[in-house]
């Protein structure tokens, strides 16, 4: 049993998807892309849960973990309707 960091690997994302880093210690922000992640050759083949046990914060004087979060697609929008 997972959540959807352990079902999903960085060569299942799409090009265009972006994931959310934020800090732990010091609440930086940053968004990250397929393509940010995959600049060594065999990091297609991680789980998104080993990257984000990975990544650490660049901020000066940090080194802080990160909490990673899936960046919401356009498409999925939520249903908008009316009652009759």
Known sequence: ????????????????????MIC?????????T???ICTAKGREQLYLDEVER???CKAQGCKGRMRMA???LDELSGFVGGLA
């Open 1 to 20: 049993m997972g959540n959807w960091k352990t079902k999903i690997k960085v060569g299942d994302l799409a090009d265009t998807q972006k994931l959310e």
């Open 70 to 72: 899936m960046v919401r």
């Open 54 to 56: 990975r990544a650490s």
């Open 34 to 36: 397929k393509a940010m």
């Open 24 to 32: 732990k210690k010091c609440s930086r922000l940053t968004y990250i």
